[in-house]
Nanobody
Framework: QVQLVQSGGGLVQAGASLRLACAAS????????MGWFRQAPGKEPEFVAA????????YYADSVKGRFTISRDNAKNTVNLQMNSLKPEDTAVYYC???????????????????WGQGTQVTVSS
C-alpha cells in the first residue's frame, strides 16, 4: 500500500523560500504522476502544481507560476516543491498526492488523485 510522508514547511517571512518534500513508500512511485495541493483556512482546496511520472511535463496554477517549481526523483521515490518569493497568500496546509491512473500527463483535478500525504503547514508572514 502506497504511503506519502511529507516534510518541510514552517513559518517564514514574505519573500523567503521553502522546500517541501514528499516521500513515497510501497507501490511503484515512478509509474504515477504526482501533484501538490493546498488549503487555506476557510477556503476550498486549491491545485498548486503537478508533474508527470517521467517528469517531462509540469503544470502550475497561475498563482504560483514562476515562483514554485515541482520536481521528482524516481530513484529516491520523492517529489519536491520548491517555493520561492513566498507571499502571505501562500499560507496554507500543503498536500502531496499521487495520481489515480498511470498516465504520463498532468492534471489539476483533485479527483484524479487517490493517495494523499498528511499535510504540512506553510505560514508566510508579511
Amino acid at each position: 500500500q502506497v504511503q506519502l510522508v511529507q516534510s518541510g514547511g514552517g513559518l517564514v517571512q514574505a519573500g523567503a523560500s521553502l522546500r517541501l518534500a514528499c516521500a513515497a513508500s510501497g507501490g511503484t512511485f515512478s509509474a504515477y504522476g504526482m501533484g501538490w495541493f493546498r488549503q487555506a483556512p476557510g477556503k476550498e482546496p486549491e491545485f498548486v502544481a503537478a508533474i508527470s511520472w517521467s517528469g517531462s511535463s509540469t503544470y502550475y496554477a497561475d498563482s504560483v507560476k514562476g515562483r514554485f517549481t515541482i520536481s521528482r526523483d524516481n530513484a529516491k521515490n520523492t517529489v519536491n516543491l520548491q517555493m520561492n518569493s513566498l507571499k502571505p497568500e501562500d499560507t496554507a496546509v500543503y498536500y502531496c498526492a499521487r495520481r489515480r491512473i498511470n498516465y504520463n500527463t498532468v492534471t489539476s483535478l483533485a479527483s484524479d488523485y487517490d493517495v494523499w500525504g498528511q499535510g504540512t503547514q506553510v505560514t508566510v508572514s508579511s
